[in-house]
């Protein structure tokens, strides 16, 4: 697990001398209403995607997003080597038959259906290469949240987004027609000066939360409690705490005949009984020479 430390320019003050209303996690009352993206009937509708598109656009407008942008180029360049580690054609050829999606999937209410766009315009022997959070990610701050929460107001809300969960990640490749699959895991640990300036970054980034089903506001009593909690369950020996982001890689191809297949059933010539006398086999074939 690669550990990155996130610095601001300067140490800020503690949270309980005064924190900046914006970093109070304050939002607006969420509006129960069915979003315009809803494509198929299957499809869940778990995100604000209009307040997604909103927060997003004001990440980008802000005075240096690119600050921001250092937990997309470490993905990216995982991503980069996975690209290099799978080609078997000339690069040119490799990346016009070649779809990346970096991070953004987590937000998308029908993932069944858009990863079935995603195998759809890509041509035979193509592949798509894919990175996305997973379910462990911040874990800090979502269980310093629900125990401050629950401390101060007798209750919880979730105030992290859901996340898929990696054992149906694969199904759902496939249930969208992609083959050869591969699907891994990983963990980056960024150590931040304290919560409220992870949350910052978070905003930052334009990942903040955005499901239907956010809780209109956190209280500043609650917002100091959690970052209490977050720093004496998980600060580190230099007084910074961390934040986890578990990294879900996918990889399939659309089938092509070219591509490899697995053999035929019953075509096998040698037993997995016989794999226990290999070593016999072996010391009898070094001796015979």
């Known amino acids: 697990m690669l550990q990155l430390t996130r610095l601001p ?17 304050l939002r607006k009352v969420a509006s129960g209403v069915s979003s315009r993206g809803s494509t198929s009937p299957r499809a869940l509708n778990i995100f604000d995607r209009d307040l997604k598109r909103k927060q997003k656009n004001w990440a980008a407008r802000q005075p240096e997003p690119m600050k921001f942008d250092y937990l ?3 993905v990216g360049s995982r991503i980069a080597d996975r690209v290099y580690d799978i080609t078997r054609k000339p690069l040119e050829s490799f990346f016009k038959q070649t779809l990346q999606n970096m991070l953004c999937l987590h937000w998308v209410n029908d993932l069944p259906r858009a990863l ?15 990175a996305m959070f997973g379910g462990d990610t911040l874990y800090e701050l979502r269980c310093s949240l629900q125990l401050a929460e629950t401390e101060r107001e007798g ?3 979730p105030h992290v987004s859901p996340f898929t969960a990696v054992s149906d990640l694969g199904h759902l490749l ?3 027609g992609f083959t050869t699959l591969t699907v891994d895991t990983d963990e980056i640990q960024v150590n931040y000066p304290g ?8 905003q930052g980034m334009g990942e903040s939360n955005c499901a239907w089903n956010r809780k209109a ?5 609650t917002m100091l409690a959690a970052a209490a909690v977050y720093g004496e369950m998980y600060r580190n ?23 490899a297949r697995p053999a035929e059933r019953g075509s096998a010539t040698v037993s997995f009984g016989e794999l226990g006398k290999i070593n016999d086999l072996m010391s009898q074939g070094k001796k015979s020479q």
């Open 155 to 157: 209750g919880f809300s």
């Open 72 to 74: 997309k180029e470490e």
């Open 217 to 221: 506001l956190l209280h500043r009593d």
């Open 237 to 259: 020996e230099d007084g910074s705490v961390p934040a986890t982001y578990q990294i879900y890689y996918m990889i399939g191809w659309k089938y092509h005949d070219s591509q």
């Open 195 to 202: 919560m409220f300036e992870l949350m910052e970054d978070l």
């Open 116 to 130: 079935e766009q995603i195998h759809y315009v890509l041509k035979p022997d193509g592949v798509f290469i894919g």
């Open 174 to 176: 496939g249930r969208a």
């Open 9 to 25: 320019l300067w140490w800020r003050l503690s949270p309980a001398v005064g924190v900046p209303a914006k970093n109070l996690g």
